[in-house]
């Protein structure tokens, strides 16, 4: 082709990456890995192939391992636990520090190996994937010297099972282990099975620094080692990226174990474009949203929101610009979409945009040919309805489903319209609009005007089924950290703490339950007794049931704009519960010596103290601006859950009721309690103070019964947001099993603790009442 051809095609001409020194390193290992435990590779007994899907070539045999590997990582984790914890926060700073620089001095070969590996476009691997490796390296080794004292008060939760997806091998990988290395974890990893293939090279690289062996350790194989990984006993902490449904599975397995549990999921992540929106900048944007890694990517924007009046406008730009991506070897510097990782995978796209044509929407696809094999063009489906398979459903592949709204209402509702809550992007020139809809959205990471922002100093993770936790930023290290000093009594609560009935009832009133604002009758015609502290009674309650529940939680989601309250209004009127209640202290004092037989006073002025603290923490516990490399503000901001389902203790009854409720109505979620059991009536005179404290109606709701009879149902409904459960091991584990449904963030605690104590208040609670939203905003003219 001559100079003047080529200017008047403006065609690409090949520019194939060298794969010499990658197919090298493979012939190095004879094409055959083991395990990586103790800091040396062990073979395996079977073997799978790990395959290239763009020529559908064998890379590699991977071992499978058996549950017996993963109890020789973990034993080997273990040991190398007590030492990595007790390495100074420098120490293992270098270590991390060391891998980053190692990384990059590494990097072609990673991204080359990770190219072949997964079918990813060499353009991303090579500029995306491994300089954000390194990027985390770095980060985190900088936590790690800033452990002592940034983290004063915390320690390592232990080792951790560590599971990703095939999406991001490296990335995820990055992800998990940095962090958890940086606070004094070990780790167990298992990557993908189609991608295991940078995470051995990974582990060699922690050979060659000489990161102390049992820190890292890398299983190979398929689900059913990520299975043996959840079910082990020898773990402290699972890290979960992948689909929702699996994750939904580890959170059953995990329940009632005590394991800490980071869940990151999938997503149907909503891409808005307002009228006022820079409309090419937008198709850039949206170009990237959904056809980078081929559009396997979790916070994929592969749900186009756009307004009505400019959607003609706006879909004609995209199919212009979509006939320009080019599909083809990932090998290739010039190729914008690379291969799908598996013919499965590709299978599972086919099928699903079948399935949106025959629920009536429109297929398009440029008209440039894609290359035969496992290869996907990139799609657009037009006419979808909000509640069709393909607008609800995660595509996992280069699939956009678009819908049109006219109101800026109508696109956060849209937006909305999904069970997940990962990522958003907003396009407008409108400032303020942009950031009221970004605050409307509910999912953790919401570019403006921009879109696939990621960095090690800002955390990313997910609202609703999209899981819980965050990984990057701050507030990703509590993931890897408890609190040294938990205020346990030790004593765990009895298992059957239901009030034995005392003959001769003499009742002059009993509480109904406290919803939406006013006393309610219970649903049904039971009530329950109360006993005294000396054996006497001292009243009955309502026996609240599944019915009450359902309502309380109603109230609760109707009282929302809580949320949108300001913090300096949800302080005074925490406050002003603390005046009411001072005024009423002898009163309490007296209720609470009647129930427990214990100085009641004390009780009382603690909680006082407690009411006026979190008054005081509604404006303090707020969140920050990140220092990432973008030009403009990273800003993570701390946002209520929603409803709550708060179930109390019985010790410290008025103490310990304010001290779920305070911290949860703070940070303005709404609350339905379901106080102590044994001793309610502390709760139930508080009705009166609320009515006079200008509490909104259904911000808390008080429904009284049996703990273990309504915690399950708190924890299986789908509106509710999140379960605090205080009480017995059994009711812990029905707990965590219940909220598998929706994914919901459970917290339980099985130990007495004493509520007097310093450390049964503060950031501990602050933080399981909230979530943290990053809001991308990039600058400039
Ligand atoms: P999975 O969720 O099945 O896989 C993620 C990781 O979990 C892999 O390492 C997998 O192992 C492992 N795993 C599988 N089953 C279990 C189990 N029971 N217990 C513990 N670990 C397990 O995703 P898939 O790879 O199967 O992809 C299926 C779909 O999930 C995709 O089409 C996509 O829609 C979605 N997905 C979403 C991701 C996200 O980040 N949101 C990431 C990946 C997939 P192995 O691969 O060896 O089976």
């Known amino acids: 082709m001559s100079v003047s051809e080529i200017f008047d095609s403006l065609e690409y001409g090949p520019a194939p990456e060298d794969a010499a020194p990658a197919q090298a390193w493979l012939e190095s290992h004879g094409r055959r890995f083991g ?30 391992a058996t549950p017996a590997d993963v109890d020789v990582a973990v034993a080997a984790a273990r040991r190398a636990f007590a030492t990595w914890r007790a390495t100074s926060g420098h120490d293992r700073a270098r270590h991390l520090y060391a891998i980053a620089r190692q990384v990059q001095k590494n990097s072609r070969l990673l991204a080359v190996l990770e190219t072949l590996d997964n079918g990813k476009p060499i353009r991303e691997s090579r500029d995306d994937d491994v300089p954000t490796l390194a990027r985390h390296f770095y980060h985190h080794a900088g936590w790690a010297a800033l452990f002592e004292r940034e983290l004063a008060g915390y320690e390592p939760i232990g080792v951790v099972g560590q599971i990703v997806p095939w999406n991001f091998p490296l990335l995820m990988l990055a992800w998990k282990i940095a962090p958890a290395l940086a606070m004094g974890n070990t780790v167990v990893l298992k990557p993908a099975e189609q991608t295991s293939l940078t995470a051995l090279l990974f582990a060699e690289i922690c050979v060659t620094v000489g990161l102390p062996p049992g820190v890292v350790n890398v299983v190979t194989g398929e689900g059913a080692v990520g299975a043996a990984i959840v079910r082990h006993p020898g773990i402290d902490k699972i890290a979960f990226t992948g689909s929702t449904d699996v994750g939904r599975e580890i959170r059953k397995a995990t329940a009632g174990s005590g394991k800490r549990l980071s869940l990151e999921l999938g997503g149907k992540s909503p891409y808005v474009v307002f009228e006022d929106a820079d409309l090419d900048s ?28 400019i959607a003609d406008r706006f879909v004609e730009k995209l199919r212009t610009r979509m006939e320009r991506i080019r599909v083809g070897d990932p090998l290739d510097k010039a190729v914008d979409m690379g291969a799908i990782v598996s013919p499965a995978q590709r299978a599972r796209i086919d099928a699903l945009v079948k399935q949106g044509a025959s629920e009536g929407a429109t297929v398009w696809q440029p008209s440039s040919r894609c290359p035969d094999g496992c290869f996907y063009p990139p799609t657009l489906l037009t006419d979808v309805a909000p509640a069709s398979t393909v607008a609800q459903v995660e595509i996992f592949g280069p699939v956009l489903v678009t819908m049109t709204f006219r109101t800026p209402a109508e696109a956060v509702a849209l937006a909305n319209n999904t069970r997940y809550g990962l990522a958003a992007t907003v396009w407008t020139e409108t400032v303020g609009l942009a950031l009221d809809c970004a605050r409307k959205i509910q999912a953790g990471t919401v570019w403006v005007n921009c879109t696939n922002q990621f960095d090690a100093a800002s955390g990313f993770g997910g609202y609703r089924e999209s899981g819980f936790g965050r990984e990057g930023g701050r507030e990703g290290l509590y993931e890897y950290v408890k609190p040294s000093h938990v205020p346990a009594l030790g ?42 502290a000396d054996g006497a009674v001292a009243g009955e ?24 309250s300001t913090p300096h209004l949800r302080a005074q009127i925490l406050y002003y519960i603390a005046e ?77 009721f304010v001290s779920l409720v305070a911290p949860a109505i703070a940070m303005g979620n709404t609350a339905v309690v379901v106080p102590s059991e044994r001793h309610p009536l502390s709760a139930t005179d508080l009705y009166q103070v609320l009515e006079t404290s200008d509490v909104p109606a259904g911000v808390v709701n008080i429904v009284t019964g049996r703990r273990d009879v309504l915690a399950p149902v708190l924890a299986a409904h789908e509106d509710v947001d999140a379960v605090w459960y205080f009480g017995t091991a059994a009711g812990a584990k029905t707990v965590e099993t219940e909220s598998a449904g929706n994914l919901k963030r ?36």
């Open 491 to 532: 004593a765990p609560p009895e298992a059957d703490p239901t009030p034995a009935p005392v003959p001769s009832l003499r009742i002059d009133r009993t509480p109904k339950l406290f919803i939406g604002g006013k006393q309610v009758r219970p649903d049904q015609g039971y009530a329950l007794t109360v006993a005294a």
């Open 746 to 781: 459970t917290w339980t605690w099985t130990a007495a603790i004493d509520w007097h104590a310093a450390d049964a208040e503060g950031p501990e609670f602050l933080r399981e009442a909230t979530q943290v939203k990053n809001i991308w905003l990039p600058a400039g003219e």
């Open 282 to 309: 937008a198709v850039e944007g949206l170009v990237d949203a959904i056809f980078y890694n081929q559009g396997q990517v979790c916070c994929a924007g592969s749900r186009l929101l756009v307004q009505e009046s």
């Open 35 to 64: 395990h990586f435990i103790d800091g040396r590779f062990v073979d395996g007994r079977d073997h799978f192939e790990s395959v290239n899907p763009a020529r559908g070539e064998m890379l590699a045999r991977i071992a499978q």
């Open 541 to 564: 309650v309502g026996e609240g049931n599944r019915k009450d529940i359902r309502n309380a939680v109603e109230a609760a989601r109707g009282a929302s704009s809580w949320a949108s």
């Open 580 to 656: 009411n209640l001072a005024a009423r202290a002898p009163e309490f004092a007296g209720r609470l010596r009647q129930q427990t037989g214990r100085d009641g006073a004390a009780e009382v002025e603690a909680t006082i103290q407690r009411l006026f603290r979190y008054a005081a923490w509604a404006d303090k516990f707020d969140g920050a601006v990140h220092a990432t490399p973008q030009k403009g503000v990273t800003l993570a901001a701390v946002e209520p859950i929603g409803v709550m389902g708060l179930l109390a203790p019985d010790e410290a009854p008025l103490l310990a």
